[in-house]
């Protein structure tokens, strides 16, 4: 992946005209058979099972979830989020009961802010590494959208065998090979990708792998998503236990229209 960040308004923007610039209205049109032309048969296979026909080439979407996150350890979160694929997300939530804050990425440019008691600051970051990690998990993400993982929005998809279809996802500043594999009726099981970070605390980031499993896949507005699963830093290498970070449950989910 090329990745470059540049210099914008959009970082002294407030979090509520980010969340208006990302809520993007749908494409012209709505899904058909003629989207799923000439891909290979995992990607139709995956397409055909998320979205129905008939749906809104929607570009976006707002969820609520909630689950736990570990810092280092365990710890409740509830949250809410605009994610608009190509443009970018923004993720709010309060963790623990005392720390608040966001992560965000807008046209390529990441960045954090996390609060105690909203006076202290514990976390905060934006630059080029955070900006492409964000892109990074943008990219993973973009199964919340599934109409934008069509190739009317620029996605290439590529194919190992009928179970593993590859999306060459679009973030700003370039794409990202997201692998997924898919259960017997095409729904994504469990997804993996190469992630700008640094997991392992050396105060160095590069890529690593990067994904999880996805679970409870329901029936909403048009597209069938997963709703529950856990993701995190080394997924399918021996390191995994320790690497996973998050586990969600989507609460409230609708497209964009």
């Known amino acids: 992946m090329e990745f470059h960040t540049r210099q914008s308004v959009h970082m002294s923007m407030s979090l509520r005209d980010i969340e ?25 296979r995956m397409l055909s099972a998320a979205i129905d026909l008939g749906t809104p080439l929607a570009a976006a979407a707002r969820l609520r979830m909630r689950g736990s996150i570990k ?20 993720w709010r939530a309060r963790v623990g009961g005392m ?24 976390a905060s970051g934006s630059g080029p590494d955070v900006s492409r990690s964000a892109a990074g998990r943008e990219a993973g993400e973009a199964l919340w959208v ?16 009928v179970a593993h279809p590859i999306g060459r996802v679009r973030v700003a500043g370039g794409t ?37 499993t ?7 507005g048009g597209v069938t998503i997963p709703t529950r699963g856990a993701v ?13 970070f998050f586990r969600f449950h989507i609460t409230d989910f609708h497209l964009v229209h």
């Open 232 to 244: 995190g830093w080394h997924f399918g290498e021996k390191e995994w236990p320790s690497g996973e």
């Open 71 to 90: 810092l280092n350890r365990w710890l409740p979160f509830r949250a809410r989020q605009v994610i608009a694929p190509g443009v970018g997300f923004v």
């Open 214 to 220: 996805m679970a409870d896949h329901q029936s909403i």
């Open 146 to 161: 599934p109409t934008a993982l069509l190739p009317s929005n620029g996605v290439e998809w590529l194919a190992t065998d």
């Open 176 to 212: 990202i090979d997201v692998h997924y594999e898919l259960n017997t009726i095409g729904e994504v099981q469990s997804l993996q990708l190469p992630r700008w970070g640094d997991p392992d605390n050396t105060g160095s980031f590069s890529l690593h792998t990067f994904g999880g």
């Open 20 to 44: 208006t610039r990302l809520a993007v209205s749908p494409r012209p049109g709505i899904f058909s058979e003629r989207d799923l032309e000439g891909l290979p048969e995992a990607a139709r």
């Open 99 to 122: 720390i608040t804050g966001h992560d965000r990425c807008v046209y390529g440019e990441g960045a954090m802010q996390w609060k105690l008691a909203s006076l202290l600051t514990v």
